[in-house]
């Protein structure tokens, strides 16, 4: 199996189908499974971790105004 960002999806895919061709749908299962029970697999999601993850998918600075006088900066300038 060739390396890659996909190779661990497409390797756990072939196990399970025999093929490469639910990739996606397994992908889209495991996040889903990830998200449902953060607790079960030691994952730390909250808010803040959500705007990092937003702000590094769009490229772009999000800025937060919550209870405080001096916002929150999330990604760059």
Not at 40 to 61: M, V
Request: aromatic residues 12%; contains cysteine.
């Amino acid at each position: 199996m060739e390396g890659g960002g996909d190779s661990l999806v497409n390797a756990l895919s072939w196990w399970l189908t025999g093929n490469f061709h639910d990739n996606l749908k397994l992908r889209q299962q495991l996040v889903s499974e990830l998200i449902a029970h953060p607790i079960l697999y030691g994952l730390d999601l909250n808010k803040a971790k959500a705007i990092k993850a937003f702000s590094n998918l769009y490229d772009c600075q999000v800025v937060v105004f919550e209870k405080r006088t001096h916002p929150i900066y999330y990604g760059e300038d």
